[in-house]
C-alpha cells in the first residue's frame, strides 16, 4: 500500500545558486575577439541547405521516460506513480506546479502500477503510454491528467463506458499491441529493483555531482529546495557510493523538511 501522508501545500520558491562575476580587461577582451575571429576564418563552409538544428524535447527524447520541463536542467525529478493511486492523484498536480517555478529542475514520470489497483493501474498506463507514442511527451501527460480527473482510484478505474476523448486510431492500435506494456514493465522491475515499493516516491537526482536521494511521501516544496542543497553540496545524506543493495539516499518527507536551509 502506498504511504498515507497529509497533504502538504508546495510553496513556491526558486532554486538559486551563486553566481560569481569578473572584470576583464580591454587588453583581454580585444584578444579573446581576435581569437574568435581568427578561428571563424579557418572553420570549412556549412553545406548549404543543411542549416544547425537546435536541440528541443523532440530530437532529445521520442519517447519514455516523459518528461516536464527543461531538459537540461540540473536536477531530475523522477515520480513514481501510479494512475490508480489517490495521494499520487492529489500530488502530481502541485508537484508540477512547484516545477513550474523551477529552471533547474526536470519532472519525469515512472511507472508503478501497485498490485492492489490492478487490473485498472496497467490499463491506464497503456492509454497514457499510447498517448505520448502518437503525440509524444505533451500526449502523455495529458492523457494522465484526464485519468486523474476522470478516475474513481484506488482500482476502481474510470466509471464504465467512459472514453478518453483524444482516442484516434493511432492510439487504438497502439493499445492491441504490446508496445506500452514493454515499458511498464521495465519501469516497474528498476523501480521494484532500487528499492522503491510505494507510491508516490520521488528520487531526485543531482547531474553535476552524481547524487542522488529517494523521498517518499508528499514532499512539499521546502522539502525538495532543502535536497536541492544537500545534493549540491555533496552532504553525506546523499550516498556517495551507491551499491545494488543501497543504490540511493532514502529519507522520509518530514526528516527533509526539519533540514535547516
Avoid at 240 to 250: D, G, L, Q, R, Y
Wanted: some cysteine.
Amino acid at each position: 500500500m502506498e504511504p498515507k501522508h497529509p497533504s502538504i501545500p508546495l510553496q513556491l520558491e526558486a532554486f538559486r545558486r551563486p553566481r560569481r562575476w569578473r572584470r576583464w580587461s580591454w587588453g583581454l577582451g580585444a584578444a579573446l575577439v581576435a581569437a574568435v575571429l581568427s578561428w571563424m576564418l579557418v572553420q570549412p563552409p556549412r553545406e548549404a541547405g543543411h542549416p544547425p538544428v537546435p536541440p528541443t524535447e523532440a530530437t532529445r527524447s521520442d519517447g519514455p521516460p516523459w518528461r516536464l520541463g527543461n531538459a537540461d536542467a540540473r536536477f531530475t525529478a523522477t515520480l513514481y506513480a501510479d494512475l490508480e493511486c489517490p495521494y499520487c492523484k492529489e500530488y502530481s498536480p502541485k508537484l508540477r506546479q512547484w516545477l513550474g517555478t523551477q529552471q533547474d529542475v526536470s519532472l519525469q514520470w515512472h511507472h508503478l502500477p501497485l498490485a492492489a489497483h490492478e487490473p485498472a493501474a496497467s490499463a491506464e498506463a497503456r492509454l497514457a503510454e499510447c498517448a505520448g507514442e502518437t503525440a509524444g511527451h505533451a500526449g502523455f501527460w495529458k492523457a494522465a491528467d484526464w485519468v486523474y480527473a476522470h478516475t474513481r482510484s484506488d482500482g476502481q478505474g474510470v466509471p464504465d463506458g467512459l472514453r478518453y476523448p483524444e482516442l484516434t486510431p493511432a492510439i487504438e492500435q497502439c493499445l492491441t499491441s504490446d508496445r506500452p506494456d514493454t515499458a511498464i514493465r521495465q519501469q516497474s522491475a528498476e523501480a521494484a529493483k532500487s528499492g522503491v515499493t510505494a507510491t508516490p516516491s520521488l528520487r531526485l537526482h543531482d547531474r553535476v555531482t552524481g547524487k542522488s536521494i529517494l523521498l517518499q511521501g508528499l514532499v512539499e516544496g521546502d522539502a525538495l529546495l532543502s535536497a536541492m542543497d544537500m545534493l549540491a553540496a555533496g552532504e553525506p545524506a546523499s550516498d556517495p557510493a551507491p551499491t545494488p543493495a543501497n543504490p540511493t539516499s532514502e529519507m522520509p518527507a518530514d526528516v527533509v523538511g526539519d533540514m535547516p536551509r
